[in-house]
Structure formats: structure tokens, C-alpha cells
């Protein structure tokens, strides 16, 4: 989806592992780093460490084991 607004936090619908073990976050086509470019607030959600840019493209992907 294309990014329209100031959003910070994102809930997903499924859950994944903390520490960066299965959630992959890309803005603009580049893969976001865990702690620096966004927080895993819990395994449902994480936050972005700053707003994105409108028109920013966020793809969030994650595996379930």
C-alpha cells in the first residue's frame, strides 16, 4: 500500500517472532532495520522510528512457522 498519512504505529493481523527473527519491513523497496528504522512494540505490532513520507511504499512481510 501507498503510504497517505503520519503513521507510526501498525497493527498486523497475524503475529510474528521478536528480534527480528521473521519480520521484514521495506520502505520504498529497501528492507527496514529492526532498532534503527523501526520498534517491535509487541507480535502483533511495531512502531516506525520516524513518520514516512506521503507516497512512501510500505510492504511488511512475515513467516509463520
Not at 12 to 34: D, E, K, Q, R
Amino acid at each position: 500500500n501507498n503510504y497517505t498519512g503520519s503513521l507510526s504505529v501498525v497493527n498486523l493481523v497475524g503475529s510474528y517472532l521478536t528480534n527480528g527473527v521473521n519480520l521484514f519491513v521495506y520502505i520504498n523497496g529497501l528492507l527496514a532495520a529492526v532498532t534503527l528504522d523501526y520498534t517491535e512494540t509487541s507480535t502483533t505490532s511495531f512502531t516506525f522510528g520516524s513518520n514516512l513520507n506521503t507516497g512512501d511504499r510500505v510492504d511488511i512481510r512475515w513467516t509463520t512457522f
